[in-house]
């Protein structure tokens, strides 16, 4: 059992940043981040490999950057030039395989944490 712990959520305004963080209670080699905007459907954001992959959604490559710190079991995404179709919540998301940015791919999810882009 994988338990998650996201922080990091907030209101900005458009073109600003925020740092999201996922603390896992024990050591998951695929994590990854996932959003879900009232009335849409869950996607994937951004995914990374304990190994060093990652995949970006094409609509925040080069905008948001995924990373983890592996001695703590964490995950983060920075996220830079927020727009207001960023404003979701944010969910983190982990297991052992096959990994990548479906979600059907995590059996182990956070609460979330919201996102607002807003000016």
């Known amino acids: 059992q994988v338990q998650l712990q996201e922080s990091g959520g907030g209101s900005v305004r458009p073109g600003g940043s925020l740092r999201l963080a996922c603390a896992a209670s024990?050591?998951?080699?695929?994590m990854g981040w996932f959003r879900q905007a009232p009335g849409k459907e869950r996607e994937g954001v951004a995914a990374?490999?304990?190994?060093?992959?990652?995949n970006y959604a094409d609509s925040v490559r080069g905008r948001f950057t995924i990373s983890r710190d592996n001695a703590k079991n964490t995950l983060y995404l920075q996220m830079n030039s927020l727009k207001p179709e960023d404003s979701a919540m944010y969910y983190c998301?982990?297991?052992?395989?096959?990994?990548?940015?479906?979600?059907?791919?995590?059996?182990?999810w956070g609460q979330g944490t919201q996102v607002t882009v807003s000016s």
């Open positions: 998301a982990a297991d052992v395989f096959p990994c990548g940015m479906a979600s059907a791919s995590y059996k182990y």
């Open positions: 024990v050591y998951s080699f695929c």
């Open positions: 990374a490999t304990a190994g060093g992959s990652t």
